[in-house]
Structures are given as structure tokens and as C-alpha cells.
């Protein structure tokens, strides 16, 4: 059996979570592939791009992502006979859609959070419109929409997907990881990219508070993107011990994480409307063994159990923010007693393995039958 991953472009740094889901894809013969690529870690020569760097080819992919429309993807359909296409993101997934009704092929869409939140607000009127109109033909169309979260559920279903046909599915994670050792070198650990939505600018905001108070807080910030320069400013112009190292590849990230005490992740509601669908970072933390902090926000209050693996504040409120980490830098039987509950739940909810094999079995209710129908499909 095939399945054709898709995405708009193969493959950001920041989309572990892809990769690690198709990687764990057993019984299927998976191809990956988008309308471009995106030289990272995560690329691999064999994802497919069907669209170049140059900027005819740009304007051309661009064209296919408004238009819903692509000969190329027709042509990739017909070559490769997917028995099922699994689009992330349901902006992505537009350009499928005539493609996958021609080939009578059945579509399962992931959406993961800014797909079904910012997308659909900011900008013109007009824009607004299309985007919405996109997203929600997406949303109808797809046989199964796949939301990972219950947060994201919701808002797919606010956005136009038929509640039947929405499902929750948690991504999971590798549960065999390193555990947090005694010999840490850093008290916290935030891993993200460097946008408003992911809260480091109110983590470095803490940290200050902290410091006013002498407290003495070490960190470690992993990731990269457009507010890292001003972040490294106000770090160096208050005097913290920040360190920033950028994008680091899932194995460094591993080992970072067991040599931290504490991973703080204060996501939070973006000025453009993107919310935090449920961040599987703060899963990433716990099979490490660490307890974890963050805001009571979207998706992270079904990634953080409050009180048991880790400490919620309300959503932007900095002062309580530092309470909580000076909370855990006192009381070590704490962080161990949460850190091992952390890991305790992630592998028994959040098994990368078993949670992609249950998706298989997702995939494998949409196939075809001995008489070339789509079992399952509408």
C-alpha cells in the first residue's frame, strides 16, 4: 500500500513532526512530497518538489496554491497510484483537491493549528474571503480531517469540516530518549522557533524579573527565525545568562534537553490570531524527564497536565510566569516528581510508534476494494 505525503514544501526545520510521523509509517510505501522543497535538516534527496527555485516556477506554484489547480500534481497522482494522499495543513492541501477527485483517491488532511486559526483572520477583506473559502473546501472535501488537538478540532469544525468527519490524533514522539541527568548545565531550556506566537520574548521578560529578585537563572534557547537579533539585544542589554544556540538537529535537541532542568515554553496567542494547536515540544520535554512550564493557551493544556507534569499560568501574566520557575528551582523532589510523571504519560499517550500505527489503520479504512471503489470514501 502507498501513501502520498504531501505538504506545500518539503521539508521546514521546524516540521520535525512530519518527518518523525512518516518515518514511523510501517506496511506503507511512503512517498514525500510538495509544490517546492526547503533546504534544511529535514530534507532528504528523495522528497519530491514539483515546482523549482526559479521565477516562473515560483509564480507557477504560487498559482496552483490559489487556484486549487495543478497538471503536475495530476501527473504525480497518475504515476505514483497512491492508495491514500495525507496532506498537512489544510492551506497545503487546496491544490490536491481536483487532483485527488480525478484519481479517485481518497484524502486525509492534518491540521495543526495556524492553518485553522491565523490563516483565517488578518489582512484585506478580500483576502480574508479566499482564505477562508479555501481552507473550508478543503475541510468538505477531505474523506477524514485530523486534527491534533482538541482545541484544533474545534476550530476545523468552525471553519467549515463536518464534525463526523473530524477525528483527534495525537503525532507523539520518540519515548526512548535520554533522561534528564544530575549533571545539568543549564536551568532551562525553551526549544521553538523565534516568532511572537512561541512566548520567548516573555521567558527572557521572566528571567529578568527573576534577576531583579537575585535569582540566578541559566538558559538555553534553541531555534532560530526574525526575532532572534532583537531577543540576543535584550538579553546582553539586561545582564542574562541566555544562551542562544539556533536550529539544532533532533539528536542535539535530545541531548540538550537531558542536560537541562526545566523546559519553559510560554506560547501564546500571536497579534495575528495564531494560537498554539499543541505543541509537541512540550511532549519532546516530558519523555525527557523534565517538567515543563508554560500558559494555560490552546492546545498546550491537553500537551501539559497542570500540577502533575508541569505548571500553567495564565496566558501572558510575566509575574507568575517567573513564580513558576522559581518554584521548580527550589524544590528538586518536585521536578523529579513531575518529570517522572511527564515521561510516564508521554509514553503511554504520546508513543510516536503505536500513535502512528493506530493513523495506519486510519489509512488502511480508506483503500480501495477488490472493485475499484474507495471503501469509506464519500
Known amino acids: 500500500m502507498r501513501v502520498l505525503v504531501w505538504t506545500r514544501a518539503f521539508l521546514p526545520a521546524s516540521e520535525t513532526f512530519i518527518r518523525a510521523q512518516s518515518d514511523a509509517l510501517r506496511g506503507w510505501d511512503v512517498s514525500c512530497a510538495g509544490l517546492t522543497a526547503v533546504e534544511s535538516p529535514l530534507r532528504r534527496a528523495q522528497d519530491l518538489a514539483l515546482y523549482g527555485t526559479g521565477p516562473l516556477d515560483s509564480a507557477r506554484a504560487a498559482l496552483a496554491l490559489r487556484a486549487g489547480r495543478s497538471g503536475r500534481i495530476v501527473r504525480l497522482l497518475a504515476e505514483l497510484r497512491p492508495d491514500v494522499v495525507h496532506a498537512h495543513f489544510a492551506s497545503a492541501a487546496y491544490p490536491l483537491l481536483r487532483a485527488v477527485e480525478r484519481a479517485r483517491?481518497?484524502?486525509?488532511?492534518t491540521v495543526h493549528g495556524h492553518d485553522v486559526t491565523a490563516a483565517l483572520s488578518g489582512g484585506s477583506a478580500l483576502g480574508r474571503w479566499l482564505r477562508k473559502r479555501r481552507v473550508r473546501a478543503v475541510l468538505r472535501r477531505a474523506d477524514q480531517v485530523v486534527a491534533v488537538s482538541s482545541f484544533i478540532a474545534?476550530?476545523?469544525?468552525?471553519?467549515?469540516?463536518?464534525a463526523e468527519r473530524v477525528t483527534v490524533r495525537y503525532i507523539g514522539t520518540d519515548v526512548e530518549v535520554p533522561l534528564a541527568g544530575d549533571d545539568?548545565?543549564?536551568?532551562?531550556?525553551?526549544?521553538?522557533?523565534?516568532?511572537?506566537?512561541?512566548?520567548?520574548?516573555?521567558?527572557i521578560d521572566a528571567l529578568a524579573v527573576l534577576a531583579d529578585r537575585g535569582i540566578d537563572v541559566s538558559a538555553t534557547v534553541v531555534g532560530d527565525?526574525?526575532?532572534?537579533?532583537?531577543?540576543?539585544?535584550?538579553?546582553?542589554?539586561?545582564?542574562?545568562?541566555?544562551?542562544?544556540?539556533?536550529?539544532r538537529r533532533p539528536a542535539e535537541v535530545r541531548d540538550l534537553l537531558a542536560r537541562s532542568r526545566m523546559f519553559v515554553g510560554p506560547s501564546k496567542t500571536a497579534p495575528n490570531g495564531d494560537a498554539e494547536g499543541f505543541?509537541?515540544?512540550f511532549i519532546e520535554a516530558a519523555?525527557?524527564?523534565?517538567?515543563?512550564?508554560?500558559?494555560?493557551h490552546g492546545g498546550v493544556v491537553e500537551a501539559v497536565a497542570d500540577e502533575r507534569t508541569g505548571l500553567l499560568a495564565p496566558e501572558g501574566d510575566i509575574e507568575q510566569l517567573a513564580g513558576r520557575i522559581a518554584r521548580l528551582l527550589d524544590d528538586d523532589e518536585l521536578c523529579a516528581r513531575m518529570g517522572a510523571a511527564g515521561r510516564m504519560r508521554a509514553r503511554s499517550e504520546f508513543d510516536l510508534m503505536r500513535n502512528t500505527a493506530a493513523l495506519a489503520e486510519l489509512y488502511a479504512s480508506f483503500t480501495r476494494d477488490g472493485h475499484g471503489r474507495v471503501a469509506g470514501a464519500r
Open 225 to 247: 527565525g526574525p526575532m532572534r537579533a532583537t531577543l540576543e539585544k535584550r538579553v546582553r542589554e539586561q545582564g542574562l545568562r541566555v544562551e542562544f544556540v539556533g536550529s
Open 279 to 281: 505543541g509537541m515540544v
Open 184 to 203: 545539568e548545565e543549564r536551568d532551562v531550556i525553551f526549544v521553538g522557533r523565534l516568532v511572537e506566537k512561541k512566548g520567548v520574548g516573555d521567558l
Open 105 to 109: 483517491v481518497p484524502l486525509i488532511v
Open 154 to 162: 474545534a476550530r476545523a469544525i468552525e471553519a467549515g469540516a463536518p
Open 287 to 296: 519523555a525527557a524527564g523534565l517538567p515543563v512550564i508554560a500558559y494555560r
